[in-house]
T-cell receptor, first 113, second 112 residues
Framework: GEQVEQRPPHLSVREGDSAVIICTYT??????FFWYKQEPGAGLQLLMK?????EINEGQGFTVLLNKKDKQLSLNLTAAHPGDSAVYFC????????????FGKGTHLHVLP | EAAVTQSPRNKVTVTGGNVTLSCRQT?????MYWYRQDTGHGLRLIHY???????QIGDVPDGYKATRTTQEDFFLLLELASPSQTSLYFC???????????FGPGTRLTVL
């Protein structure tokens, strides 16, 4: 079945620097991809939902890239600030079951002032 | 108003104890999910449901039962709790097909 690898597990950057988190998936037929943010003591909140036909998706302060050839999804925070400190998860909806998602193991991002 | 709520938020029990975790959603979603979150493993799916009375087995179901009594309410039952079930448990709901999931705030369970 679908497997999702996320890296790095921990990331520290200075305020204003960029931060990149990468997920690699195995099922080439996966349709939907998600990035979630988990702040301390809270549940996961959706950052962005990406459909397989769109390669570049821009949010507020971040960009999500989907490289279907390499089966890679990335989250790029362009100018990180301390409020971005959180755990970030990618998730992939596999072709075999549209009602489930497979989560990466998460990246703990720490933005230093 | 929070759309997915969980209770209790914290629970401590002993080995062999009986625990019920509750989840309620007001999103009118058909799908509900129970996950556990552990360091080094991310989120792992325990059980999910697509409607009242329905139950689907997730990826790590051993030691857990679940019951969906209404569209809004989904319960996770640990009938003989073990220390390996010490974890942070999340409930989520979604509209279904390829839809994003909405998460509750989590329940931290400690089994001594």
């Amino acid at each position: 079945g679908e497997q999702v690898e996320q890296r790095p597990p921990h990331l520290s950057v200075r305020e204003g620097d960029s931060a990149v988190i990468i997920c690699t998936y195995t099922d080439p037929n996966s349709y939907y991809f998600f990035w979630y943010k988990q702040e301390p003591g809270a549940g996961l909140q959706l950052l962005m939902k990406v459909f397989s036909s769109t390669e570049i998706n821009e949010g507020q302060g971040f960009t999500v890239l989907l490289n279907k050839k390499d089966k890679q999804l990335s989250l790029n925070l362009t100018a990180a600030h301390p409020g971005d400190s959180a755990v970030y998860f990618c998730a992939v909806s596999p072709d075999t079951n549209a009602y489930k998602v497979i989560f990466g193991k998460g990246t703990h991002l720490h933005v230093l002032p | 108003e929070a759309a997915v709520t969980q209770s209790p938020r914290n629970k401590v029990t002993v080995t062999g104890g009986n625990v019920t975790l509750s989840c309620r959603q007001t999103n009118s979603h058909n799908y509900m999910y129970w996950y556990r979150q552990d360091t080094g493993h991310g989120l792992r799916l325990i059980h999910y449901s697509y409607g009242a009375g329905n139950l689907q087995i997730g990826d790590v179901p051993d030691g857990y039962k679940a019951t969906r009594t209404t569209q809004e309410d989904f319960f996770l039952l640990l009938e003989l709790a073990s220390p390996s079930q010490t974890s942070l448990y999340f409930c989520a709901s979604s509209a279904g097909n390829y839809a994003e999931q909405f998460f509750g705030p989590g329940t931290r369970l400690t089994v001594l």
